[in-house]
């Protein structure tokens, strides 16, 4: 059964950096691509960033980008999220998911597997 796990969520004072990771499990990460989406209470799940099987391509929304970074260490089956400069509206429910294709999919209902989330506050 392909599952996915996130960690490394937490509390960290506004400024600050997380690095979040998702590792998978039944199944290898090699061939898909992954993104990372978040969920703040009371709002819509939003894309935040997508990475090709190969690492090679990455994509991020504008809110995150130059201040997160994607990358993937296939040999560990690992995606990560580094996060700098956290604001608190970055304050929410992090998720990785992946379509199970190499297609970096902006509308999130093309992602069919999900993991179950990390929380991120970020407060002083």
């Known amino acids: 059964q392909l599952q996915l796990v996130e960690s490394g969520g937490g509390l960290v004072q506004p400024g600050g950096s997380l690095k979040l990771s998702c590792a998978a499990s039944g199944f290898t990460l090699d061939y898909y691509a992954i993104g990372w989406f978040r969920q703040a209470p009371g709002k819509e799940r939003e894309g935040l960033s997508c990475?090709?099987?190969?690492?090679?391509?990455?994509y991020y929304t504008d809110s995150v980008n130059r201040r997160f970074t994607i990358t993937r260490d296939n040999a560990n089956n690992t995606v990560y999220l580094q996060m700098n400069s956290l604001k608190p509206e970055d304050t929410a429910v992090y998720y990785c998911?992946?379509?199970?294709?190499?297609?970096?999919?902006?509308?999130?209902?093309?992602?069919?597997?999900w993991g179950q989330g990390t929380q991120v506050t970020v407060s002083s």
């Open positions: 998911a992946t379509p199970g294709a190499n297609v970096c999919y902006r509308t999130r209902t093309s992602y069919n597997y």
């Open positions: 990475i090709s099987s190969s690492g090679t391509s990455t």
